[in-house]
């Protein structure tokens, strides 16, 4: 079956970057995409970015540009998000998800808190 | 970018009553639309996509419906497990995707 195992909790300081890691199995991980998500303590989901995982190719929402990369392992079927400058209003559960061709998420890891705190 | 609005924010409804929510798009998803549930605590998980095909191991009384810029999530018979925050998400026009700002399902 298909399972999708994100890192664990993180605690960073302002200015501080962090990598996040999404491991898939149970399905060919170049066959789909994987977008990250994130979600502010009480609040929404914010759409983060998509990256092709047969080529690598990124897109990113246009808040983060320069501050986040997103790469795959393919050897690993993992794929990681780093985001740099963190600052507090960076403090949210970051979710990997796979990604079907059309666009919506099928699969969804269990999430990863980071907190952004001095 | 496309704005999409769910309502209303929160809706109370009794266990064994119907439910319907309510999403918008600022301008045509086509059928592009999907659906999630989430829980306290929990991911969101996939209900619906295409706005109206149920995700593998949905049931049946969850539909969808709609077209172009209004969508609408039905729950016919509200079970215990269905009280959630809901979320929209346009998949049409990318990037960015765009997700609505959610419902409160709570029970009455």
């Known amino acids: 079956q298909v399972q999708v195992v994100q890192s664990g909790a993180e605690v960073k300081t302002p200015g501080a970057s962090v990598k996040v890691s999404c491991k898939a199995s149970?399905?060919?991980?170049?066959?789909?995409?994987i977008s990250w998500v994130r979600q502010a303590p009480g609040q929404g989901l914010e759409w983060m970015g998509w990256?092709?995982?047969?080529?690598?190719?990124?897109n990113y929402a246009q808040n983060l540009q320069g501050r986040v990369t997103m790469t795959t392992d393919t050897s690993t079927s993992t794929a990681y998000m780093e985001l740099r400058s963190l600052r507090s209003d960076d403090t949210a559960v970051y979710y990997c998800?796979?990604?079907?061709?059309?666009?919506?998420?099928?699969?969804w890891g269990q999430g990863t808190l980071v907190t952004v705190s001095s | 970018e496309i704005v999409m609005t769910q309502s209303p924010a929160t809706l109370s409804v009794s266990p064994g009553e119907r439910a319907t929510l309510s999403c918008r798009a600022s301008?045509?998803?086509?059928?592009?639309l999907a659906w999630y549930q989430q829980k306290p605590g929990q991911a969101p998980r996939l209900l619906m996509y295409?706005?109206?095909t149920r995700a593998t191991g949905i049931p049946p009384r969850f539909s969808g419906s709609g077209f172009g810029t209004e969508f609408t999530l039905t729950i016919s018979s509200l079970q215990s497990e269905d009280f959630a925050v809901y979320y929209c998400?346009?998949?049409?026009?990318?990037?960015?995707?765009?997700f609505g700002q959610g419902t409160k399902l709570e029970i009455k």
């Open positions: 998800a796979r990604g079907a061709s059309l666009g919506y998420f099928d699969y």
């Open positions: 149970g399905y060919t991980f170049t066959s789909y995409g």
């Open positions: 990256i092709t995982t047969y080529n690598g190719d990124t």
């Open positions: 301008q045509s998803v086509r059928s592009n």
């Open positions: 295409g706005a109206s």
């Open positions: 998400q346009q998949y049409n026009n990318w990037p960015p995707y765009t």
